[in-house]
């Protein structure tokens, strides 16, 4: 599975970014998609996902700011993030799971940077 993000940036606080991130290869039939964050000094955490049926989780920080959505027929995730706040700067990952029996097999993307000025 490859993975290419793209629509990081910099931008005013209280600004609007959105970050796509398209999927190939062996994709799998029912996959999830999503997205962490690494800031500087801080480990890598869930933002956002979303299953292959629709299922969407948030981290409690983004809720009501981010929306994460998807396109199963053009295998691409979305994170819609809104009043965006200094402290959402990070390195962003996509990521794609693929449910395999009781595990799962974890697939990353390249890192794009937001970067949240005040």
């Known amino acids: 599975v490859q993975l290419q993000a793209s629509g990081g940036g910099l931008v005013q606080a209280g600004g609007s970014l959105r970050l796509s991130c398209i999927a190939s290869?062996?994709?799998?039939?029912?996959?999830?998609m999503g997205w962490y964050r690494q800031a500087p000094g801080e480990q890598r955490g869930l933002v956002a996902a979303?299953?292959?049926?629709?299922?969407?989780r948030y981290v409690d920080s983004v809720k009501g700011r981010f929306t994460i959505s998807r396109d199963n027929a053009k295998s691409t995730v979305y994170l819609q993030m809104n009043s965006l706040q200094p402290e959402d700067t990070a390195v962003y990952s996509c990521?794609?799971?693929?449910?395999?029996?009781?595990?799962?097999?974890?697939?990353w993307g390249q890192g794009t940077l937001v970067t949240v000025s005040s």
């Open positions: 990521w794609h799971g693929i449910p395999i029996g009781s595990t799962w097999r974890h697939y």
């Open positions: 290869g062996r994709i799998g039939s029912m996959f999830s």
């Open positions: 979303i299953t292959s049926g629709g299922d969407t």
